[in-house]
């Protein structure tokens, strides 16, 4: 009973969805406070209902209830408990639960936290948000039912893929889908007040700590993703321009935009049009990228294969979103108020920048995305689009942005003073030559892009640093008033300053990984030694191990430096008899410095021989990526948790009672 419990609550959610898509935006509209305040008690309603079916099909995976069909396709009874909990979001069905209940918690959320949000705005909000929710509950109970039956049940189930058996993969998909998703509240946002015809700085204020909380959900959805691909798939890369990454990268990229956009709209009250436009865009990618994985388009580790006639209904769903809310911008936008003046050269002409070079590099790659499936579907002809289109298009537009990013903090709103900029920034271009020269000098062999990226990175954490020695008068005045400086100082500030120091890092692990990586591949039997990077690495041989539902063959490193041994890597291929598959796991050695890093492959094809196919890779500064990120996602934690984000516009106080004079 518990399955169609589930099955019942998803019916009774889509009917509140209904109801709350329809009486707030009427209440709204006619100013009645009744009907506003329903979207509070529907949003809540749907929350729960949606979070009661969620509980059920986690329970359903967790006692191996093979009756329910999406159990019996992705799960198996000797499946350790964490997988067999992941199991209920690692399917279209389950993922596409999962995208519900986020959808309505976010909803919930504004219901909850936005005490502050006119009524009339946030009754509008949540109807939008309603009107996704019904798109997406209506699509699961009519194309995807994660509760259906199977009659007889067999005795076990068929095991979920064994790469998504991965702690790292188990977290990824509610990440990101925290990003997707919480894009939707921002558009829903968008769209109320475009339908209000007001977009003003409080709006943006409001806007900001959801767009934040989904850019850093986001942010670590990819990191995690890049970092499972790299330590589980074994090829030894993080990041493939694979269809199905970039259409997380691109909301990100758009989001990344909609940030900086909504600063200026608060702070200078311009930009509104444009602030309102890239929050539609945003979640119209993040829709695109459902639709592709779930098409039946690709065939990748990432998506679902499943019937690409369930993906005309996300098709359709797309289509309304988009061209809806589009046409609504194209009627409402002219409308609004163009806000304040500035000059070619202040900090909103260089957020400006930001932004168009952001969005430039955004087309870039949906362009290399979709040309493929667009020359498969018209022209039935398979066309690649690889890492050296996405390098050449992409990076040209990344590197000014990075640039721009160290000029932009010292930059005044409305007009800037292009002498006092230079005084401040002088010695940190001095510091950024330095390091291209010292890297130019120990490696002279380039590549020559390597070199300027890695000064450009230096550029943007001495610029941050700088700046924000600066506000805290560092060096200019005694220490205890700088480190009071320094607490005063708005937590955006520290957050826009680390996030910004995360991009140089990043840098860093990007260039180091690509441009000076090492590589040796070979036939190996017991005793061969292999020199890489200043290691020696000795093949001792192949173990058998028994996991709890794999075989494996786990081959024996010993990693020795100077004659002297450091360690054993031990890395794994193994093989998972329900499911009928094998998977590399790869052995890592880490450190800042790098990474040295080892798979096996397949036997040679004389067995008797002893030989394995054995892959060593040296991949320097490649940690600095992950550093980077996390450092990227406390910056917006940081950004986020600023008291000026959770204000809004203030609660009138009420009046006591009038003072007494004094007798």
């Known amino acids: 009973m518990i399955p169609e419990s589930g099955h ?15 009486l707030p935006i009427l209440g709204a509209r006619t100013g009645r406070a009744l009907l506003m305040e329903s979207a509070r008690t529907t949003a809540l309603l749907q929350m729960i209902l949606v979070g009661i079916a969620f509980a059920s099909l986690v329970r359903s995976f967790v006692v191996s209830d093979f009756t329910v069909r999406n159990v019996l396709e992705n799960s198996h009874s000797l499946k350790p408990m964490i997988f067999k909990v992941a199991g209920s979001w690692g399917s279209h069905e389950g993922s596409l639960l999962l995208w519900t209940l986020i959808l309505v918690v976010f909803g919930a959320g504004v219901a909850l936290l936005g005490g502050n949000i006119p009524a009339a705005l946030k009754a509008r909000t949540l109807s939008v948000q309603a009107w996704i929710s019904a798109g997406f509950l209506t699509f699961m109970l009519f194309t995807s039912n994660p509760f259906e039956r199977v009659f007889p049940p067999p005795l076990d189930g068929q ?36 339908i209000e015809g007001r977009v003003d700085p409080a709006w943006a204020r ?11 959900s986001l942010t670590a959805g990819i990191a995690l993703g890049s970092w499972w691909a790299y330590y589980e798939l074994g090829w030894g890369g993080w990041w493939f321009w694979d269809p199905v990454e970039n259409v997380s990268f691109m909301p990100w990229l758009l989001g990344t935009a909609l940030l900086h956009s909504a600063i200026v709209t608060e702070k200078r009250d311009t930009f509104k049009s444009w602030t309102i436009l890239l929050a539609i865009l945003t979640f119209s990618l993040s829709l695109l990228g459902t639709f ?4 039946g388009l690709l065939t990748s580790v990432h998506a679902f294969a499943v019937d690409p006639e369930r993906g005309l209904y996300i098709l359709g769903l797309l289509g309304v979103t988009i061209v809806g809310s589009l046409t609504l911008y194209a009627w409402r936008a002219p409308q609004l108020e163009p806000g304040g003046l500035f000059r070619p050269i202040s900090r909103e002409a260089g957020l400006l920048i930001n932004n168009l070079l952001l969005a430039t590099a955004t087309a870039t790659v949906l362009f290399g995305t979709l040309y493929p499936l667009f020359v498969e579907a018209l022209a039935d002809e398979k066309v690649s689009v690889g890492p050296p289109y996405f390098n050449t298009t992409f990076i040209p ?12 903090p010292f930059l005044s709103w409305k007009r800037a003073d292009l002498p006092g900029v230079w005084q401040r920034l002088r010695w940190v271009l001095a510091i950024a030559l330095g390091v291209g020269l010292v890297v130019w000098y120990l490696q002279t062999d380039g590549p020559l892009l390597a070199v300027i990226s890695l000064a450009i990175a230096a550029w943007v954490f001495a610029a941050s640093l700088r700046e924000w020695a600066l506000r805290i008068k560092m060096f200019d005045a005694p220490l205890p008033e700088s480190l009071r400086r320094a607490r005063n100082l708005p937590r955006a500030a520290h957050g826009m300053t680390l996030a910004h120091i995360g991009i140089a890092v990043l840098i860093l692990g990007f260039v180091g990984s690509t441009a000076w990586k090492e590589e040796r591949i070979i036939f190996a039997e017991p005793g061969t030694r292999v020199e890489i990077a200043g290691f020696e690495v000795v093949f001792e041989g192949i173990e058998r191990v028994q996991g709890p539902n794999y075989i494996a063959q786990q081959g024996q490193l010993r990693v020795l430096k100077n004659g002297a041994e450091l360690t054993w890597l031990r890395p794994e291929r193994r093989s998972y008899p329900v499911a009928g598959s094998t998977t590399t796991e790869s052995a890592i050695r ?11 492959g397949e036997p040679a094809a004389d067995k008797a021989s002893g030989k394995w196919t054995v892959r060593i890779l040296y991949e320097p500064f490649v940690t600095w990526i992950w550093i980077g990120a996390v450092m990227l996602i406390l910056g917006g934690a940081l950004s986020m948790s600023d008291r000026r984000l959770r204000v809004g516009v203030p609660k009138r106080a009420r009046r006591g009672p009038a003072p007494q004079p004094a007798e």
């Open 206 to 216: 409001w806007v900001r700590p959801w767009a934040l909380a989904a850019w850093i």
């Open 397 to 408: 537009f990344m590197l000014p942005l990075v640039i721009m990013m160290g000029i932009g």
């Open 292 to 295: 592709i994985v779930r098409s």
């Open 590 to 600: 880490t450190t800042l410095a790098g990474d040295l890093y080892v798979t096996i």
């Open 159 to 194: 095991d979920l893929n064994p790469l998504l058996q991965d702690i790292g993969l188990a977290m990824h998909p509610p990440l990101l889908y925290f990003g997707y998703v919480g894009f939707s509240i921002v558009f829903s946002f968008a769209v109320a007040a475009l």
């Open 8 to 22: 019942f609550a998803l019916v009774l959610a889509l009917a509140v969805a209904l109801v709350q898509s329809v």
